[in-house]
């Protein structure tokens, strides 16, 4: 680690909850267990909740910052982070006068994790060309860069008018929003948030959590030749917590092959098969089980990768919310004590 003391958090992207007959629950429904998920993720000592930005109708969240401000005014202490932001499609302007409002109704709580998505629906739903997938980020990227100093900003690109000794309202709370990019597995994106100083947080959703090594080297790399300071370095993995091992294998298996058998057929992939997913949770990066087997698979994480954060993507597909709630109320008051006390046995130092 980094020299920051061990954050442990929660992800969600609103995934679409089935109700008792099985069928879609509503999204208004959905929206609101979320902002329940997290009222109880902050009674239980959780450090963040992460919402994501979708725009398909298995995900019910897309405006986190919305979300994301409703859990500031039923919550104390929980970090309030989106996970992520695609800023490619959005407006840097924006994405700073709604965090920064959030930061004011939760006393200076507001984090961003900007990324640039993993589903491309918002590109021609914003009006946006997929063939500037990359100069959108890059500029935009710039431009929050600048926002986040709230002093006048002067700036231009190529995808809106420039700036001009412009100075955006509301600052924030805190005087400067913690801001994160979220890389799902590019060197150039690593470098990308070690030339900008940002932290950055690995989206680990396949294989051995070990083989990022490489990236988590990287960006100290990059920002020791940058003369930067280092920056935290955070992981994203999906997981769920029951009693037993396979009370929570048996729970999320069927959820995870509804929803990533739809991407899959989205995208070309082959079936999802339970030996995949089984092989996934024994010897990749999905965090299932009971609370001791997920404390020593995230802790082994944490240690061997010496990463700052972890957040758990709790929520896989229609998965009940009832049993979110358990898994939730199970990783705050026993997993993160038990990763807490297992980091600090073998880094030496507290957590």
Same mark, same amino acid.
């Given at each position: 680690?980094?020299?920051?003391?061990?954050?442990?958090?929660? !992800?969600?992207?609103?995934?679409?909850?089935?109700?008792?007959?099985?069928?879609?629950?509503?999204?208004?429904?959905?929206?609101? #267990?979320?902002?329940?998920?997290?009222?109880?993720?902050?009674?239980?000592?959780?450090?963040?909740?992460?919402?994501?930005?979708?725009?398909?109708?298995?995900?019910?969240?897309?405006?986190?910052?919305?979300?994301?401000?409703?859990?500031?005014?039923?919550?104390?202490?929980?970090?309030?982070?989106?996970?992520?932001?695609?800023?490619?499609?959005? !407006?840097?302007?924006?994405?700073?006068?709604?965090?920064?409002?959030?930061?004011?109704?939760?006393?200076?709580?507001?984090?961003?994790?900007?990324?640039?998505?993993?589903?491309?629906?918002?590109?021609?739903?914003?009006?946006?060309?997929?063939?500037?997938?990359?100069?959108?980020? #890059? #500029?935009?990227?710039?431009?929050?860069?600048?926002?986040?100093?709230?002093?006048?900003?002067?700036?231009?690109?190529?995808?809106?008018?420039?700036?001009?000794?412009?100075?955006?309202?509301?600052?924030?709370?805190?005087?400067?929003?913690?801001?994160?990019?979220?890389?799902?597995?590019?060197?150039?994106?690593?470098?990308?948030?070690?030339?900008?100083?940002?932290?950055?947080?690995?989206?680990?959703?396949?294989?051995?959590?070990?083989?990022?090594?490489?990236?988590?080297?990287?960006?100290?790399?990059?920002?020791?030749?940058?003369?930067?300071?280092?920056?935290?370095?955070?992981?994203?993995?999906?997981?769920?917590?029951?009693?037993?091992?396979?009370?929570?294998?048996?729970?999320?298996?069927?959820?995870?092959?509804?929803?990533?058998?739809?991407?899959?057929?989205?995208?070309?992939?082959?079936?999802?098969?339970?030996?995949?997913?089984?092989?996934?949770?024994?010897?990749?990066?999905?965090?299932?089980?009971?609370?001791?087997?997920?404390?020593?698979?995230?802790?082994?994480?944490?240690?061997?990768?010496?990463?700052?954060?972890?957040?758990?993507?709790?929520?896989?597909?229609?998965?009940?919310?009832?049993?979110?709630?358990?898994?939730? #109320?199970?990783?705050?008051?026993?997993?993160?004590?038990?990763?807490?006390?297992?980091?600090?046995?073998?880094?030496?130092?507290?957590?």
């Amino acid at each position: 680690m980094s020299g920051t003391s061990l954050e442990l958090g929660l !992800d969600t992207f609103g995934d679409v909850t089935a109700a008792p007959d099985g069928s879609p629950k509503d999204m208004a429904t959905v929206l609101r #267990e979320v902002v329940a998920e997290a009222v109880l993720a902050d009674q239980v000592g959780v450090d963040s909740i992460t919402l994501g930005e979708h725009h398909r109708d298995d995900f019910a969240i897309s405006a986190p910052e919305t979300v994301l401000a409703g859990i500031a005014t039923t919550t104390s202490r929980i970090k309030l982070s989106s996970g992520v932001t695609v800023l490619s499609s959005d !407006d840097p302007i924006r994405v700073f006068q709604s965090f920064a409002t959030i930061d004011a109704l939760s006393n200076g709580r507001a984090e961003i994790i900007v990324g640039r998505g993993s589903f491309t629906e918002s590109f021609p739903l914003f009006g946006y060309e997929l063939s500037n997938y990359e100069v959108l980020f #890059e #500029e935009k990227l710039q431009l929050l860069a600048e926002l986040l100093k709230e002093t006048p900003v002067t700036w231009s690109g190529t995808h809106r008018a420039p700036l001009t000794n412009h100075q955006v309202y509301p600052t924030s709370h805190s005087g400067r929003i913690k801001t994160w990019v979220g890389v799902g597995g590019s060197p150039e994106s690593v470098v990308r948030a070690a030339r900008y100083g940002f932290p950055l947080m690995l989206a680990i959703i396949g294989g051995p959590s070990d083989r990022f090594a490489p990236y988590v080297d990287l960006y100290y790399r990059a920002l020791d030749q940058l003369g930067l300071e280092r920056q935290p370095i955070g992981v994203h993995s999906p997981g769920h917590i029951a009693k037993t091992d396979e009370q929570a294998i048996e729970e999320m298996w069927p959820n995870y092959e509804k929803m990533f058998g739809r991407i899959g057929r989205e995208r070309g992939w082959a079936p999802v098969t339970k030996e995949h997913f089984l092989n996934e949770v024994h010897h990749g990066s999905l965090y299932v089980g009971s609370p001791e087997t997920v404390a020593k698979k995230i802790a082994h994480t944490v240690t061997a990768l010496g990463i700052d954060r972890f957040d758990l993507k709790y929520s896989t597909g229609p998965l009940d919310h009832g049993k979110l709630l358990d898994s939730i #109320e199970m990783y705050g008051t026993t997993v993160i004590p038990i990763v807490r006390e297992m980091v600090a046995e073998r880094v030496g130092t507290t957590v």
